[in-house]
């Protein structure tokens, strides 16, 4: 009843904002979204993934290297819908077969591998300049680019569609196996789960939808260069909303998405502070950390609010 | 054959560098757990100070080095208390979860910082190297850059000091027992907190140290420290935690390969180089090339 309520306020919402809100929101969206994704392995499998910006920048260059292609343009309107399948295609097939290596490792080790993924898709962007453009970007024909408004209903959409995954995992068995092998890994195995096949179904359907927003990131921006669709933060701000909003829980990260964000635009675009962004998402990501490591919605303080106690109880 | 030899010694002296890096990082993950991701942001920290008080201030290198090695001293000790010690009580998943998200959002502020502030108030163009001058060293028809030697000369002390350390004496004893059986260690009654802070301290100060020799021969970037945590890393996994010899011979790998890439095929392309490396590794053989592996 909340979520459906929540959900309502916002799909009405772009009647009152003005244009630079609706792209406040879409681009909180997009977050949400990886900051799910992130916690499909996070808070599921106990896995903690800081590639997840890997799969946003992928799906955002493989849709802008095709929309640039001659024949894909001539398509038309059903270029777009092509391009984007295809991103999120070759995503799917990117995760499916990164899997293999990296869940041959586990804890850090597992961490520091997927942030050699995003560093190593960073190097590719850059240096293979006929494809991506390099450094200086790649452009989306403008024929193709995104209404505003379309695109802040896909992403609040897209956006729906990854907490109701995780609503799913919250529920069901798959979840369950999941829960189970982040909780004793050996013991899974002994139970007759096999938990490779687990992680690789887990790291695949975290990486469509985070795709599918690059997708959109790509077409509502008209362009993107290697430190937007592929910086540091692409991989940090999921993993530091996720774990203030707390982790495991479906409505975390719509918490932890709404504070960063909210405290993001009342300091860097109303007050102008002159600090650099990532100092202050660092020591947020350090604070959290250090002090609030169980994060907000399972925090026992907040819980005991009537109201926070039915939200982390979705 | 004289090219050969010159890219053999500078892979080499990066390489010992690599190695350094690598076994501060992994004399740190073996006995107390935390993984430092700012590990290479210090490092670069590290070389920023010692421009700053070397060339900024105008004091003797040697000077410097001692300044240096008191600020990180300071920083160490800061470190270990606010960051560590907090960790060390957690469960073995909340430890993995809080030590890295702790560590990267450290380290991904210092090196904004670093980064906002060297441009701002220091030069607008953000790389940093050394201007101290080294002199050629000739060896009949070989010459070879003399910062490299100085780098290579620096390296091969620091793992003797750092070998004779954990071999010879009672706290290296103690350290390698506390990454053998953590509950054993405790079960003897040594204090873990003392040595954490030892080990974090020595770690600290050797990788910034390192940074000061590094840009004797290399300029860095402010934003090259978490690309080096990952070549610190990258050396752990392909030579097994702790394993001090195998260590070396990872690191001047990595760096020979490094650097027959950028002479090879361009510069641009040396950064791959680690990680390729890494992930190659992870498919064959992921418990390392050497060694046991970690657990």
Known sequence: MIALIGVLVLALLPLVLSSTFVLVMFLSFVWLVLTANYDVLDGFLGQINLGQGAFFGLGAYVVT???NVGTVQTLGRFAV??????????????????AFPLFRLRGFYFAIGTLILIFLLQVFALNLTALTGGAYGAYVPPAFFMNALVGYYLALGLAVLSLALNYYLA????GL????????????????LDPMKYKITALVIASVPSAAAGVLFALNSGFIDPGIALGVERSLLPSLMALLGGTGVVLGPVFGTAIVRIIETVVFHYLRLPVP?????GITLLVVALFIPEGLLKSPRITRVKLFGKLASY | MTRALELVVSGVSLGGIYALLAFAFSLTISTTRILNV????????????????????GLHPVLSIVLLSVVFFLFAVAFERGIVRPLLGRSAHRLLVGSIMATFGLGLSMESTLGYAWVTYVDPYPVFSSSLAMFPVTLGTVALSGSRLVILGFVLVTVTAFHLFLQKTF?????RAMAQSFDGFLVIGLNPYRLSLILFTLAIIATAISGAFYVLAVPLNPYDGLPLTLKAFTVVVLAGVGNLPATLVAGAVLGIAEVSTSQFLGTIWAPAVSLTVLFLVLVVKPTGLFGKGLQ
């Open chain 1, 65 to 67: 290297i095709l929309l």
């Open chain 1, 277 to 281: 962004s990532m100092l202050f998402f």
């Open chain 2, 38 to 57: 700012a590990h290479g942001v210090l490092f670069v920290w590290g070389g920023a100070v010692f421009v700053i008080f070397s060339q900024k201030l």
């Open chain 1, 177 to 192: 196996a999941f829960r189970c092998i982040k909780g004793d890994e050996d013991a899974a195995r002994s139970l007759g």
């Open chain 1, 81 to 98: 819908v092509l391009a984007t399948l295809v991103a999120l295609a070759v995503t799917a097939l990117f995760a499916a077969v990164m």
């Open chain 2, 171 to 175: 706290l290296g004893k103690a350290a």
């Open chain 1, 171 to 174: 529920r069901s068995t798959l």
